[in-house]
């Protein structure tokens, strides 16, 4: 039997969830969401089945990318990874979550500037702020992750209209959980 943990950012990003998932709400950024993520699959007392899917909207770091996308690796793309490999740890920032050769970058800088997002396009396709935060929480707990994201903007000056963007976005993701997740399998 299947059984999914939808997680989101925000009550806006998760506007369209069906009533009869489970849906954490997790606040902006990577310690949020890791925390949130953490707390809700500890509540759970057998995780056997369960799948966490973490929904959201996401900038365009390439030109043509639009609608909605399954990555199958995150990034934590604001960590200096080479330097603390460099100090005999792995920082572990990259991180397998499906079959997609889509790469998604999380990191807690919003990216509206084109400099920084021209940059991150050379690693990623797109970005968020939660994503990996998601994944390395349900890897942790032994719980499988699906990330969807839906493109809301192109990580530039423009991503600063997200608030006015993001029910579009909430709605494609609503539809993609009904087709694709039930409460049972």
């Known amino acids: 039997m299947s059984s999914y943990l939808v997680v989101a950012a ?3 990003e998760a506007a369209y969830v069906p009533a009869d998932l489970p849906l954490v709400i997790t606040g902006m ?3 949020a ?3 949130a993520t953490a707390r809700a699959l500890a509540a759970y007392d057998d995780t056997a089945g369960l799948t ?3 929904i959201g909207t996401a900038g365009a770091l390439r030109p043509g990318l639009a609608g909605l996308f399954e990555p199958g690796v995150v990034l934590n793309h604001d960590l200096s990874a080479d330097l603390i490999r460099a100090l005999g740890h792995d920082p572990q920032e990259r991180l397998e979550v499906g079959d997609s050769d889509l790469v998604l970058a999380t990191g807690d800088v919003f990216v509206s500037d084109p400099v920084v997002r021209d940059a991150l396009a050379e690693r990623a396709h797109l970005v ?3 994503g990996y935060a998601v994944a390395w929480a349900a890897r942790e707990a ?3 992750v699906r990330l969807v994201k839906h493109v809301s903007d192109t990580a530039d000056e423009a991503a600063i209209d997200w608030p006015r963007l993001v029910d579009a976005s909430a709605v494609v993701l609503g539809e993609w959980l009904r087709e ?3 409460t049972a399998g």
Do not use: F, I, S, W
Request: glycine share 10%; hydrophobic share 50%; no cysteine.
């Open 10 to 12: 925000t009550a806006a």
């Open 29 to 31: 950024g990577k310690v």
């Open 33 to 35: 969401a890791a925390a």
């Open 52 to 54: 966490v899917l973490n």
């Open 128 to 130: 968020d702020m939660e």
């Open 142 to 144: 032994g719980v499988p």
């Open 180 to 182: 694709h997740a039930t």
